[in-house]
């Protein structure tokens, strides 16, 4: 249950907020308890990956797997691992050493509450823990396309320095000159944008998918990870950081969407990008249409 006022709990309609308690519940059954040892990172862990954010990438690996027809209850675990990187991803991007942010979903970062040493291992101890269910997921999985290698593979690939790691090392880089759209472009279908296409598309194959359907449904997660993104920026200039549940104005100084485009340029870009990803959907019907309801919330969200 989460606390009344909680910044949490984003409206995406019936079935995807179903998706999310879903994840919600699976999340708290696959992370140690938080009193077995080494019990400070194990806490940290919990406190990380537990507390209040909108699990949308996760959502979207379930919302996939069952519009292609998926449904096996390995399917959640994936999900839970999406969203363990995530998590661990967070931790490590609000260290002193990156973005020195001191609020994260509305309360302390997990280094303002269990310090820095035990803060990175928690992150190590998240990913750690993501392949592991990766791993036992695909074990569990019945399918003819895909093996467990692959998926653990497809994860590794996204969210290493070629994926989220490069984008991120690129943003943390100073450089001398205009900022580029190319550049830009680079960091963010990288750091923010390759978890969204590893999500969707670890749903896609946990369902077992035809190529034909995974690449439909990478192009719409690549489209919409960048879109996210963008409007992580407005989110930036725009929401106070109680709307946001987290340090806003952290983007000053730094080259963003919003500083390159202007605050309208920026919103119509992901509206353009939004479209891309809904008419990347148009192949699979009216089943996709959840996903059409994730994109429309992502271009209004206002954290
Ligand atoms: C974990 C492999 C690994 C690498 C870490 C630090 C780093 C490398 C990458 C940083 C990636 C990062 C934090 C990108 C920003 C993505 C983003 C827009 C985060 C906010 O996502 P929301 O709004 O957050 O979905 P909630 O709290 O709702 O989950």
Redesign the pocket.
Known sequence: MRPIGSP?APDLGPYLAALAERVERRLGERLPPADERPAAVHAAMRYAAT???????PVLTLAVDEMLGGGQTAAADLAVAVEL??????V??DLPA?DDADR??GRETTHRAFGEAVALLA?FGL?NRAFALVAEAGQRLRLSRYTPEDLVHHLALA??SEG??G??ALDLEAVAGPPALERLEYIHSH??GA?FLAAAELGAMAADARRRDLEAVAAYAKNLGLA??IT?DL?DVLSTPEEA??DTGKDAGKVTFVGLLGVDGARALAAELLDFAVAALEPLGRRADPLRVLARYVLGRK?
């Open positions: 949490a507390g209040p954010g909108k699990r949308l990438r990187v995530h998590a661990a991803s967070l490590l991007d990156m994260r979903r992150a990913l969210i290493g989220l790691i984008g991120q750091k923010t978890l996210f993104q992580d989110v549940g987290k954290r």
